[in-house]
């Protein structure tokens, strides 16, 4: 078993500091050491948005849909620990299959698709064992759910608890909005929603988050969390 600490784990995770160019990506999918696609200034924001949630003891679940290799989660798993937020339930779902592609259907998104299928193809999926297993290995695996499965056929298998934390990194529209609408009523007053894909200009994740707060009249200051990445705090 390895020490939890934070600082450790995004050492051992290997968090790219910016992904610029085709090789830096081609080296955080096929080398195994490289457990997230998430860049590190994504990280520093996170730690504020934790001490928030601590500071206003904000209750409710976490929930990470999207997890790859689950390095991003380990980290934000091992940064709300060290805050002493360990009595939250962590609920985390990813297909463990690539993407549902019954739900891409632009042709933006249709050739983007077989951009990312090109890589995914020759490497194989994380299973939710070797999930378990590096949770695990930190000792931060209480209170962890993995759930294996299209989130459109999931969702369902989370108990409708209140969330602090909802955390998005599917990578395209119909998916993101999909989530949205399953998960935003559970989130709590002063709990926090990141889109991890909202300034991707490959897909139109962007375009999904707008198109759920506009339908629901939706009071959401979005704020930049990283290259890529936006969220915001629920009124």
Known sequence: MVHSNSNNILNFIQAPSIVKSLSEFEELIFNPSKLTFIEIDFFEKFNEIAKILALNKIKGNVVNIGIYKG???????SVFEELELIEKKWWLFDSFQGF?????TSSKEIETLKWFNQYLENVDEPKPSDILDLFRKFNL???????????????????????SLLHID???????????????????????VIIDDYYLSSTDCGEAVNQFIKENKLK?????LGNYQAGWQKI
């Open 71 to 77: 390095g991003g989660a380990l980290y934000m798993k």
């Open 100 to 104: 549902n592609v019954e739900t891409i």
């Open 141 to 163: 695996h209480k209170n962890l759910n993995i759930v294996e499965g299209f989130i459109e056929n999931t969702y369902k298998k989370y108990p409708q608890e209140s969330i």
């Open 170 to 192: 599917v990578d395209f529209y119909r998916s993101t909005y999909n989530c949205l609408n399953y998960f935003y009523p559970l989130v709590v007053s002063g709990g926090w």
């Open 220 to 224: 959401a200051e979005l704020k930049r």
